[in-house]
């Protein structure tokens, strides 16, 4: 099924065949790199942000290829995971600015249909969550609690 949305095709950047590690990102021990992580995600980075982070500063393309495990068992690990998945918590935050959008502009039509698309966007990726055990079984959206959930 289509998902509704303004995406044509599916161009994307694609990782590199070999599974190594570059030259200059293998001077960088394991230990060394989830120590990094851990720094960042006490600063209040989110998973994505310290992808970008490293890749950035310090030259790593990916932290897989290093450590073994992605960004997010690494903090799993450590049990400095957020509690809300970073692509969910995105979507609540837009819903809620969304909302507050849809307050000052009633007659905003497009805005509260696209609204209608995000929330439902919302309740199947919850559903997944709830399903896959990364959020406890009786959580739920509603609008009325969800700027909570981001502030």
Known sequence: LRRPSCGKGMADSSLPYKRSPAAWAAKHSSKEVIDQIARYAKKGLTPSQ???QLRDSAGIAQVKNITGRKILRILKHAGLAPETPEDLYHMIKKAVQMRKHMEKN??????????????????????????????????????????????
């Open 50 to 52: 310290i992808g970008v």
């Open 106 to 151: 009633r007659k905003d039509k497009d805005q509260k249909f696209r609204l209608i698309l995000i929330e439902s966007r919302i309740h199947r990726l919850a559903r997944y969550y709830r399903r896959t055990r990364m959020l406890p079984p009786n959580w739920k959206y509603d609008s009325s609690t969800a700027s909570a959930l981001v502030a």
